[in-house]
């Protein structure tokens, strides 16, 4: 099986006649991950906002985005270390929330409430939309939503080198300008939609029997793509801020 988040991208799991996979538990290992996340998240960015330690929130931020992004990349390859490596995630995920939602908040007051709420109301609406099957991830749609993931990936990887390397940074595409904001709200959409993907894959994990052990895949794979959409939407309205 193929998971379709930009984190997971090659998963394969095998049928478990025995003890297989349930949307319900899929679902309760998710809510499970994203309220460890969450509540690490909400304590470091107090701590750091009481302290004004920006030197925590920038380190947290650098630690949870590479610690989560190599066990995201190892659950991916192998998907049978997923429950051990799921809480560890969680908490890197937390960690790069906290910051990054500290750092945005002194340069941004507000902007991180409202990619918060912006979040929660995107994810909903589009529950929603999967729920009564107005919208389905269909071959095109997973071809159109994974191709733009890896597109905006590679985006990041080379405006991460240049300012790394050279100082320097992609012209107009990371600006406050209307080239920076169409472009952030596109990668606003392209996060959102990968929640489609992480619905349907839910979905066909349990209709092929994977076993239990996939469930944790599964709540990796949909708090990446929270958090994905809720740092987006950051990016967006702070742009829309200046």
Do not use: H
């Not at 945005?104 to 589009?126: D, E, I, R, Y």
């Not at 269909?138 to 990041?156: G, P, Q, R, Y």
């Amino acid at each position: 099986m193929q998971s379709d988040n930009p984190i997971l991208t090659r998963v394969e799991t095998y049928s478990d006649l025995a003890e297989p996979m349930t949307i319900q538990g899929a679902i309760q290992k998710s809510v499970l991950l994203t309220v460890i996340a969450a509540t690490l998240g909400i304590g470091l960015f107090l701590y750091c906002a009481f302290t004004a330690n920006f030197s925590i929130a920038y380190a947290a931020t650098i630690v949870g985005i590479v610690g989560s992004l190599i066990l995201g990349l190892l659950t991916t390859f192998k998907p049978n270390t997923a429950p051990v490596l799921a809480i560890p995630f969680a908490l890197f995920e937390g960690a790069f929330l906290g910051g990054v939602s500290f750092i945005f908040q002194v340069k941004f007051p507000g902007v991180p409430l409202q990619a918060l709420l912006a979040t929660f109301v995107t994810t909903l609406v589009l529950f929603a939309l999967y729920k009564f099957q107005l919208i389905r991830a269909t071959e095109k749609f997973k071809a159109v939503v994974i191709s733009a993931s890896i597109a905006i990936a590679l985006v990041f990887v080379v405006q991460i080198f240049l300012s790394l390397a050279l100082g320097s940074s992609i012209p107009y595409l990371f600006e406050s300008n209307w080239l920076g904001i169409g472009f952030a709200a596109f990668v606003a959409v392209i996060a959102s939609l990968n929640l489609i993907l992480d619905f349907d894959l839910i979905e066909r994990a349990t209709a092929q029997g994977a076993p239990k052990t996939f469930e944790w895949v599964c709540g990796i794979a949909l708090l990446a793509t929270l958090v994905w959409m809720y740092y987006s939407f950051m990016r967006l309205l702070s742009l829309i801020q200046k």
